[in-house]
């Protein structure tokens, strides 16, 4: 038996779309991974220092980029937000930030937890949403919070935990598609570019009219995520960092690809879990998915 809390149509407003140095749109693993270890340790100081949330699953309702595109333009714009006018009437300088507002529910596996402390848990959960962010968005509201005790080869009880998740996409990982490609002697950027990528082919019939089609490499709802950290430094302490007690490194941002699935398209609750993984042979802090 496994204990799965079910966080029911989060609405976030003003999350950050910018997941990686490289890509605008749905928030990145880590953003949401980081959320729940944030609300771990945020019960543990209130006294349930036994409670781990060990895995999360993130599905997705409503998805609204702040972005525009005029008539005619080539490309998106940023709606940003600005500063006020000073008193000579200028703008002062800003930094665009890409934003989005949002409505997910979250499947999250829970250790620590049972019939004594579920109560006191559930309470202290509902109470932290109240107060903290998601993705760097405000919670402007959820729909409860459910505890469910769960048996993993009980397909009856998993599918009927999945189908809380819906309607809805579920992100999970497709790194093998980069693992594929990129085994034909191709970088990891190429890969990516390959499954991204839209082609467009012109064809004749019989009759010798031209019909045209767009495809991708492979099917289905392809994009690229942030998954994590690769460290690019020793681990030391470094001059003026903000925590005098903790090492320090600089590290890049790793991308890969994912892809967005109904939810009652899985049968088993651990394909669309995330969970933590840290390589320190390869210097690797990332958010995996795939088993």
Same mark, same amino acid.
């Given at each position: 038996m496994k204990n799965y809390l079910i966080v029911k149509?989060?609405?976030?407003?003003?999350?950050?779309?910018?997941?990686? =140095?490289?890509?605008?749109?749905? =928030?990145?693993m880590t953003a949401w991974l980081g959320a729940v270890h944030a609300l771990q340790r945020?019960?543990?100081?209130?006294?349930?220092?036994?409670?781990?949330?060990?895995?999360?699953?993130?599905?997705?309702?409503?998805? *609204?980029?702040?972005?525009?595109?005029?008539?005619?333009?080539?490309?998106?714009? #940023?709606?940003?937000?600005?500063? =006020?006018? *000073?008193?000579?009437? $200028?703008? =002062?300088?800003?930094?665009e930030e890409a934003r989005c507002h949002l409505e997910i529910s979250l499947?999250? /596996?829970?250790?620590g937890v049972n019939g004594d402390n579920k109560t006191d848990f559930l309470a202290k959960v509902g109470e932290q949403l109240h107060k903290m962010k998601m993705a760097g968005g405000d919670i402007l509201s959820f729909n409860g919070i459910e505890l469910l005790f769960v048996d993993s080869d009980n397909d009856t009880q998993v599918k009927a935990l999945i189908r809380k998740l819906m309607p809805g996409y579920v992100l999970i990982e497709r790194r093998d598609l980069m693992t594929a490609t990129m085994s034909v002697n191709k970088d990891a950027l190429n890969a990516l570019l390959d499954h991204i990528k839209v082609t467009h082919r012109a064809s004749m019939d019989d009759d010798g009219n031209i019909k045209w089609s767009a495809g991708?490499?492979?099917p289905g709802w392809i994009v690229p995520i942030s998954?994590?950290?690769?460290? #690019?430094?020793? #681990?030391?302490?470094a001059k003026n960092q903000?925590? /005098?007690?903790?090492?320090?490194?600089?590290? $890049?941002?790793?991308?890969?690809?994912? $892809?967005?699935?109904?939810?009652?398209?899985?049968? *088993?609750?651990?394909?669309?879990?995330?969970s933590y993984k840290v390589d320190l042979e390869q210097d690797l802090y990332?958010?995996? *998915?795939?088993?």
């Open positions: 149509h989060v609405h976030i407003h003003n999350a950050n779309a910018m997941s990686s =140095p490289y890509t605008i749109g749905f =928030p990145s945020a019960i543990q100081q209130k006294g349930l220092v036994d409670v781990f949330l060990i895995k999360t699953a993130v599905s997705c309702h409503k998805f *609204n980029l702040q972005t525009y595109k005029g008539k005619g333009d080539y490309v998106n714009s #940023i709606i940003g937000t600005a500063n =006020p006018l *000073n008193k000579a009437g $200028e703008r =002062p300088s800003f930094i499947i999250i /596996e829970v250790t991708k490499k492979e998954v994590g950290f690769r460290g #690019i430094s020793e #681990i030391c302490k903000r925590d /005098e007690n903790t090492e320090h490194r600089f590290a $890049e941002s790793i991308v890969t690809l994912g $892809e967005f699935k109904m939810p009652y398209r899985f049968q *088993n609750i651990n394909d669309i879990m995330w990332v958010c995996k *998915n795939q088993q």
